[in-house]
């Protein structure tokens, strides 16, 4: 999903320290967007009239005091909530006296570094980046839902907004998982909707049948009343928090920061799980499937009903053994790698795997013989012609097809592809060989040239 850039603004009357935090920032934050400016009054004139998400600013400033500047931050109808960091060396008690009540966010010392400064922003970004996403508020009353809409927009939220509880449940049916551009990262209910289903119901909705749990889905309620037993029915029925009536907007936003940030780590170790099983399921020196995610899938591959007539193909280098001790075992992974990234590109519909050293297995899908055959023959003489890393290597290759041999699990189904290769090396190398029904043989396009395979299947 796309985001806008980080808009920074740096504000410190010393060029040398402006330029320096401009060019840290610049170059330790992704996506960032810096803008430096020198004195407080250029400051605030540029916050009335451009949004910022973060701005820092010196303690001593050419026209003003820092923390007047942050006072007057805050008085802005544009950034009363953007975060104001103090940058100083000199910071004193007086700081940690009004900084609170001046509406400072945070404070960097200047004496322990500008690397560590990149390092500070960067965590800081990352702990209060929480007002990003999308939001489905459901709210029936007209007055109620376009002041808060309004208020959830002014910072920055992208809202969707219907008037019952059944709409809604229609919009959360029609998210995708795992479609992030799609999905809605907070809920906004009512609790008592006029409509068949309350508030109520739809909570029941998303956690007992949706089974979106608290922290994929995260619902914030709005109620009518405060009183102890709403607050104890709204929590049962599966709500992370509420605010009550009339909306405070402090109250009411802190609530919605802590639920989407709740969302935005649940989607950040998602996203940690989902690159952690591809780690474990790919061979981290040729970026094609592990040994373990064939054994583990390739039986189910090869008996999918879509995938017929599906094909076991195994690929050796030939005499590899012989680069790796001439030119050395980097080489030889060069080789590897390179040969990984082919089959990669030539067959990205297929289950490629290494399969051990210097042998590979591809389990190809829905694919006739010909068309097979051809592929083959196309990676061999790729192969040969382009000499990967730098090395003239040729390949052998042994097939077999679903056709041929129905039924077979997937070790069975590996071996005769596996005969079919050690036939191919056996009789020379560096060609392709098929397991049929009565043993291996030569691919009946061995010894053509490139491009007249077609002569021989008609």
């Not at 007002?131 to 709210?139: I, S, T």
């Not at 069975?412 to 560096?430: H, S, T, V």
Request: glycine residues 8%; charged residues 25%.
């Amino acid at each position: 999903m796309h985001t806008a850039p980080h808009r920074i603004m740096v504000v410190d009357g010393s060029t040398v320290s402006r330029k320096i935090l401009t060019r840290i920032l610049r170059d330790e934050i992704d996506n960032a967007e810096v803008v430096p400016v020198a004195t407080g009054a250029e400051a605030i004139a540029r916050l009335e009239s451009e949004k910022f998400d973060l701005i820092t600013t010196a303690l001593l400033l050419p026209d003003m005091d820092g923390m007047d500047f942050s006072r007057g931050v805050r008085k802005s109808n544009r950034h009363h909530y953007t975060p104001v960091i103090v940058v100083s060396g000199d910071a004193d008690d007086r700081l940690l006296r009004e900084g609170f009540e001046a509406g400072v966010t945070d404070y960097f010392d200047k004496s322990q570094g500008y690397k560590a400064f990149g390092n500070f922003i960067r965590s800081f970004i990352s702990r209060n980046s929480g007002m990003v996403g999308r939001v489905l508020f459901v709210e029936d009353s007209a007055t109620v839902a376009a002041v808060t809409r309004k208020i959830l927009e002014n910072h920055g939220l992208q809202v969707e907004h219907c008037t019952s509880a059944e709409v809604a449940l229609e919009k959360l049916d029609a998210m995708v998982p795992g479609a992030n551009d799609g999905d809605f990262d907070l809920v906004i209910t009512d609790f008592y909707l006029k409509d068949r289903l309350t508030g109520g119901d739809l909570l029941h909705a998303v956690r007992a049948k949706m089974h979106y749990s608290q922290q994929e889905l995260p619902i914030l309620v709005i109620t009518g009343t405060d009183d102890y037993q709403t607050q104890v029915e709204v929590f049962h029925a599966g709500a992370n928090d509420f605010v009550a009536k009339p909306i405070v907007e402090e109250v009411m936003m802190a609530r919605v920061r802590a639920l989407l940030l709740i969302k935005h780590q649940y989607n950040a170790l998602k996203r940690q799980a989902e690159t952690m099983r591809w780690v474990a399921a790919t061979d981290s020196l040729t970026g094609v499937r592990s040994k373990r995610y064939l054994v583990d899938h390739g039986g189910e591959f090869i008996k999918a009903a879509t995938h017929q007539p599906v094909w076991a193909m195994l690929i050796d280098i030939d005499n590899f053994k012989h680069v790796n001790d001439t030119l050395g075992h980097i080489t030889g992974d060069h080789v590897l790698a390179a040969l990984g990234e082919i089959l990669n590109e030539r067959f990205d519909d297929s289950m490629v795997a290494r399969f051990g050293g210097e042998e590979f297995c591809a389990l190809v899908p829905h694919v006739d013989m010909g068309d097979m055959l051809e592929r083959a023959e196309g990676l061999r003489v790729e192969v040969e012609s382009i000499q990967p890393a730098g090395v003239d290597v040729t390949i052998s290759v042994g097939l077999a097809s679903s056709e041929d041999h129905p039924g077979e699990t997937l070790t069975r189904f590996i071996a005769l592809a596996d005969q079919a290769l050690y036939y191919a090396k056996e009789n020379g190398r560096n060609r392709v060989a098929i397991c049929t029904p009565e043993g291996p043989m030569d691919s009946p396009f061995h010894g053509i040239p490139v491009g007249a395979e077609s002569d021989i299947l008609e």
